[in-house]
């Protein structure tokens, strides 16, 4: 029974966190509508996507036309500490962080849902799209998103049961046009508001400018050599190419280039033609099964290596609770060490970790 049941919603001024706080009111719940006040860069509050003056009035006037409670919580220093300062320390040590996934784990999931708690409410929501699921021993599984191009669950595969079970997606099961129908019907001025797409910290600005200001080593030049170590070039900053990159190289060759390995000890970008991409295994860390425990044998799973991948067939080798290893059917052009693997069966997600090596099964992983 919903009918008076204690619910905080994160609201960030968009249509998908305004649209799950007046369904939740439509359905009973006791709503509060509860922003995070993140951290901006020095002289660029106003461009800060998550926590803009203009979102935080638009969330306001959300929760007035609901008639539901609103405050706001400051998490600058806390998402300073964990979240950017993560972001640029994985840049100084030449690996490619996701600080969406910190941000879930440390201030949406961790901070926020502990506030909520203690406030006494029951569940936790969000705009996510993604699905929680209830199972009949009392757990839940983790269902991907109804709207394929919207799904969020690979960001949401980092929460643990306890935490899902208190958690509610109340857009997951819609696809985006749905979701602004419904922002017409309850009459939300946020109905047509543009979805963002960059990191919030980075005030639409590129990523380049943000590591050149904050850690200028990471923009240090340096050689850029093939395969055999024979100098083609110079590359402007490890931080700057990802595995797998094609473009905006600035090497002149016959045959398109790819980045193969970034070598942090000697500053050197290492590029290759096609037939020297992929590895076709990796390793991970840090894992969360979602159920729980790690499954106790190998198991045949359709796995991401990045929020916007396309899910392979691959098998995965649980090593303990927290360590796998996957060996994919087909080469993987850009495993990239600091992404999120998540493995997925079906619809149903089985968990996730953070990628700490890239290799060719039979070979030893570095």
Known sequence: MTKGTSVVVAMSGGVDSSVAAALLVEQGYNVTGVMLRLWSEPGKEESNRCCTPDAMAGARRVAAKLGIPFYVLNSQDLF????????MDGYRNG?????CILCNQHIRWGFMYETARELGAEFMAT???AQVNPKPDGSVELHRGLDPDKDQSYVMSVLPQEKLRHTLFPVGGMAKPEVREHARRFGLTVADRADSQDLCFLAGQDYRGFLARHVPEVTKPGKIVNADGRLVGEHQG???YTIGQRKGLGVAASRPLYVLEKT???NELVVGDETN?????LTAGGMNWIAGAAPAAPFEADVKIRYRAALAPAVVIPQSEDQISIHFKNSMRDITVGQRVVIYNGEVVLGGGTIRSS???FEEPA
């Open 359 to 361: 290799f060719n099964r």
């Open 238 to 240: 490890l931080a700057f």
């Open 95 to 99: 690996i490619t962080p996701n600080p």
């Open 277 to 281: 991409l992929g590895r076709n295994s």
């Open 80 to 87: 300073h500490n964990v979240v950017v300062q993560s972001f």
């Open 127 to 129: 705009g996510h799209y």
């Open 264 to 266: 942090l000890a000697t």
